[in-house]
């Protein structure tokens, strides 16, 4: 991840579908908001996949969070 590090993941079934769904908490490297303006610091960029030993289940999620 750039900009920032997860600190806290979760993946959870959602029976109602049969699919799995991922949730995750970042920390910006910079701190606050306020601060990352300020300076131009680095937008969160989260990347992400789901993966069962060496089989990859799922497609790259990409994101960008300018702020």
Do not use: H
Request: charged share 25%; with cysteine; glycine share 8%.
């Amino acid at each position: 991840m750039n900009g920032g590090k997860v600190i806290q993941r979760d993946i959870v079934r959602n029976p109602s579908i049969g699919c799995w769904r991922l949730a995750f908490r970042v920390q910006r490297d910079q701190g606050t908001l306020e601060k990352m303006k300020a300076t131009g610091g680095q937008p969160v960029q989260p990347r992400a996949f789901m993966r069962q030993r060496d089989d990859v289940l799922t497609e790259t999620w990409s994101y960008m969070d300018p702020f």
